[in-house]
Structure formats: C-alpha cells, structure tokens
C-alpha cells in the first residue's frame, strides 16, 4: 500500500515537473515569437521608408524633366512664331521685288519698242534688219565667250600635258640617231680602166642602147676618169642597172644578148636582197612573225624615197621612235612598233594599187594576218581614218616627228616657194591683219594685226582659223606654228 502511494505521488510530481517545463519552454517561444514580429516590423516599416523616398526622388525628377521639356517647348514655339514673322515680312518683300521687276519690264519692253521705232525712223531699219543685226552682235558675243572658254581648257591642257608630252618626244628623239637626207637620182660605177668605156658603147653604140633599152636606166658617159653615171628617178631600176653593169665590167664580156642574161640575174638579185633588207629591219626592231611577202615589200622600200628621205629608213626611225614613246607612256612598245614599222608598206604597191598608201598598206597587212589594231595604225596614220586607239595615235607622232625633224626631207624649190606663198595668202585673207611672215622654212607664219581693229580674243579667233584652214589645204612635213601678234605703239616727239 505505502509503494502504490509512493509511486502515484512520484507520477504526480513528474506531471508537474513536464508542465511546467512545457509553459516554461512555451513563454520562450512566445517571447521569441514576439522579438522576430518586432524585428519584421521594423524591417517592413524601414524598407517602406526608403521605398517612399525613392518614390519622391523619382517623382521629383520626373516632375524636373516635364518642367524643362515645357521650357523647351516653349522657346522652340517662340523661335516658330519669329521666324514665321520673318517669313511673312520675306513673303512681302519678295512680292514687292517681283512686282518692281514686272514694272521694269514692262517699262524696258516699252523702251524697247521706242527704240525700235526711232531706229526705224531714223536710221530706216525694218525689225527683220533688227533682228538679224542682234542675231549677229549675239552670235559675236557667243563666239568670244567661246573662244574664251576654249583658250582657257587649252591653257590648262597645256599646262598639265606639254611638259609630259614635251620630255617623252624629246627623250625619243635623243635617243635616235637620224641622218641627213641624201636625195639622188644618180649612181656613180667606178670603173677598172677608161678602156672599159669603149666597150660599155659598143659598136655604133649598140651595147649602150641595148643596156637603156632593156634595163630602163640612162647611161651617162662623160669625161669623168673610170666612171659612168645611171641616171632614174626609180631607185628599184636604178639598182638592177647598176648590179647589172658591174657584172657585165666585172665579166668583160658585153653585147646585146650578155647584157638581157645579166640583167634577169640582177632583177632576182635585188629581190634577194629586198628580202634581206626586211629580214634586217625585222631584227632592228626585234620584230618576229610576219608573212613573208610583207617582208619582202618592206625590203623594196629600201629603195624608195619620200622627199628625199629612205622609206626603210623612215620606217626604222618611226618604229624606234614609237617604241620608246609606248615604254615612257607605259604601253606595250611591240605593236606600236609594228604598226608604225608597217605604216608606210602601201608605197611599195602604190604604182600598181590605186588608191591611198595607208589605205593600202592597211588592206595588205589585214589579208596578211595582222591585228586590227596595227592595221588600224596604218589606216589612221594620215587621218584617212580618225585614229582611236593608243597605237594609232603613237604611229601618228613618230611619223610626224621622224618626218618633220631637221634634215629628214626636202623639196623642190617650187613646191616650197608655192607653199610659202599659199601660207602668207590664207593668213592675210582675215579682216584686221596687217602683215603676214612666213618664217623658219615654212613651218612657222608670224601674222600682224592691227590693235585697233582685233582684240585679243579675236587674234586667238584667227589663229585658230588659220590654223584649221592650213591643215585643210595644204600637204607639208611636221607642223607649223601659227603666231598671232597685236602690239599698241605710243609715241610721241619732245620739241
């Protein structure tokens, strides 16, 4: 009985013992509870603090930037209404002008037709007269601005092309050595005695007239000591003849049918030799690859003359020219220097083709296989075709220049005085020329105006005209310098 007691009471104290500690841990938890409430109140209640500041920063710089776009606003509407009243007061000024200039015409037209009038009146014009008097003074006008202009474009070519153009010809030139021209149309054959002329006659002169007759030549004997002369125009026959005669004097055996037996050898002699000559020409110029009839023609033109000058020659002088203009200029030098090695082939067929040489040559090196740009250099070489190619235009200045460089050529007294005269005629046909010089061999005309009747845009005016008409009229080697000169002369005497 006391163990049951004891043991209910021990239970009665444990119960207590457990409740209390469950309030004591509970008001623990409760005041734990209580602090973190406090603490998320204060938390919440500073986070709203700073979040309504924010708020007020943002709405207060919102409110900053509505106030200076209003400003803006503002002076770009003032600046809107100034410059509309601006435009207004533009508007009227311009509306004002526009009915001043109306009143001016109208008032011009007006005086206009008085003037019509009172030089109708006065002066008996009609207004078809009028008109073509202003359509005259206008077109006088036009011209001179032209002229203007056109001295002013050909100013500034010069300027930026002369003294290009100026150092490629002139380091082509130096680099070639020409020679003087040699004009003949004799050949001198030495002979080994005077004896030999004897027998060159022939009896009753029959070896004498049978050589002329067969070979074409004169055979001139004179009281030269061991030597004759063979005259002809043509160099071809001229050669044959004097191959001919040196065989028949190197043989000792001459009569009619001896001399036809060497003379056929001579004709394929010298074309041998026509052959070797292009052969030649070819190697020169470090050409390659041309049919063989052109170059047996262009060896034939080692026997023709133009002025005085060797074709071949020419032709080699022109090709090296041309080739050393392409290298300065930087264009291939190979087909410049075969079209302008070529440009003159035409004069080997001119006496059995009718027609122009470079029209010619450019017809007979097309059927041979050349290219359309060295046949267009021929063609276009003496403008019979405007030339559109560097090639062409190449060909052209080393012709001109190999050609009209001094002591290429030269003319008979005739055809230079006629030319001369022909010159200093077209020069003094212009209005207000007073004298006209030919001077430096043709190839320069020093034209004198008279200042009181030609300005200075009219002297260019006939300068250029003379010039035009010159090129149209007349054949002449190189160029020639057409000089305008108007001089005013004051002078008084002290007495």
């Keep these: 009985m006391g163990i049951a007691l004891g043991t209910g ?218 030597a004759v002369l063979l005259s002809c125009f043509d160099p071809v026959r001229r050669e044959v003849a004097r191959l001919t005669l040196d065989a028949l004097v190197a043989d000792g055996r001459i009569h009619p049918h001896r001399i036809e037996e060497v003379y056929e050898r001579s004709v394929a002699e010298v074309e041998q030799l026509c052959v070797r000559h292009g052969e030649d020409a070819l190697t020169d110029t470090g050409i390659t690859d041309m049919h063989p009839e052109l170059v047996a023609l262009l060896g034939r033109l080692r026997y023709r003359t133009s002025y005085g000058q060797n074709v071949l020659g020419h032709l080699l002088e022109s090709a090296h020219i041309a080739g050393m203009m392409a290298a300065e200029l930087g264009v291939e030098p190979t087909p410049v220097k075969r079209g302008t090695l070529l440009h003159d082939i035409g004069k080997a067929l001119t006496h059995e083709v009718e027609g122009s040489h470079a029209l010619i040559g450019a017809d007979l090196a097309r059927r041979h296989g050349e290219s359309e740009d060295v046949v267009h250099a021929i063609e276009a070489h003496h403008n019979e075709v405007d030339p559109r190619t560097v090639e062409a235009v190449l060909t052209q200045a080393a012709d001109a220049v190999s050609g009209g460089r001094p002591g290429a050529r030269r003319e008979s007294l005739e055809s230079y005085v006629r030319r001369l005269k022909r010159l200093e005629q077209i020069a003094a046909a212009h209005a207000g020329v007073a004298k006209v010089f030919a001077m430096q061999a043709g190839r320069e005309i020093r034209v004198m105006v008279r200042p009181e009747d030609v300005d200075d845009i009219q002297a260019q005016v006939i300068a250029r005209d003379v010039a035009k008409q010159v090129e149209e009229e007349l054949t002449y080697p190189g160029q020639i310098r057409i000089t305008v000169v108007r001089e005013s002369r004051a002078t008084e005497f002290a007495r």
Excluded: C, W
């Design 9 to 226: 009471s021990l239970l009665s104290l444990v119960s207590v013992v457990i409740t209390v500690a469950v309030a004591v841990i509970a008001g623990v938890l409760l005041h734990r509870l209580r602090n973190e409430r406090e603490q998320l109140r204060t938390a919440a209640e500073r986070e709203a603090r700073e979040i309504r500041a924010a708020a007020k920063d943002e709405v207060r710089e919102i409110r900053s930037d509505l106030e200076r776009r209003e400003r803006r606003l503002a002076d770009r509407e003032a600046r809107i209404d100034a410059e509309s009243e601006h435009l207004h007061l533009r508007r009227r000024e311009l509306t004002e002008e526009r009915e001043a200039l109306e009143r001016r015409r109208a008032e011009a037209i007006r005086l206009e037709e008085e003037r019509r009038t009172i030089l109708e009146r006065v002066a008996s014009y009609t207004a078809v007269e009028a008109r073509t008097d202003l359509v005259r003074s206008v077109e006088q006008q036009a011209k001179r601005e032209a002229a203007v202009i056109v001295r002013d474009i050909e100013r500034a070519a010069r300027e930026r092309g002369e003294e290009r153009a100026r150092r490629i010809v002139s380091t082509a030139i130096q680099r070639v050595a020409g020679e003087q021209t040699a004009e003949s149309v004799v050949s001198v054959l030495h002979l080994p005695s005077e004896d030999m002329k004897g027998r060159i006659i022939g009896r009753e002169g029959r070896n004498i007239r049978a050589f002329e007759a067969v070979t074409g030549v004169n055979l001139i004997i004179d009281d030269t000591p061991e």
